[in-house]
């Protein structure tokens, strides 16, 4: 949708967001899904681990809240915690994009877009798409 409204692409390269790292010049497997989630696919059949490039910055294991990164399909109907990570003005923003992580073409997908400013957090657009 992020394409639509604002004419920027939801899927960029890791090159792409980290230009200044020669080493993402040559990684066309991983991607981010708008600014700030890593995708690394599995894309061997029957394998179970994936390796993974990190660029120097900071990254969350969704789980654990701990420092790294990792992708991770939850099940259906399960909670998860939104991480606001603020910048030095207090501010954040960003979206939420889910669907039933199994199918090609989901029936139902939703995406929030989010605010954050001094200690609150804002709900600006639920688009619920069928």
């Known amino acids: ?6 004419a920027l692409p939801v899927l960029n390269p890791l090159w792409y967001i980290y230009s200044h ?3 993402t010049s040559s990684i066309d497997l991983q ?15 029957n394998s179970t681990t994936v390796s993974a490039y990190f660029p120097d910055n900071i990254f969350y294991d969704f789980l654990t809240l701990a420092p790294f990164a990792l992708t991770i399909t939850a ?9 606001v990570d603020p ?6 923003s960003g979206s939420l994009y889910a669907d039933d992580v199994v199918s090609i073409t989901p029936k139902a997908t939703t995406q929030v877009q989010l605010s954050y400013t001094k200690e609150h957090l804002h709900e600006l657009h639920d688009h619920a798409l069928l």
């Open 1 to 6: 949708m992020k394409l639509i409204w604002t």
């Open 21 to 23: 790292d020669p080493s």
């Open 31 to 45: 991607f981010f899904f708008g600014k700030s989630i890593l995708v690394s696919p599995v894309t061997e059949e």
């Open 75 to 83: 099940p259906p109907n399960t909670d998860f915690e939104i991480i």
């Open 87 to 92: 910048d030095t003005h207090d501010q954040a």
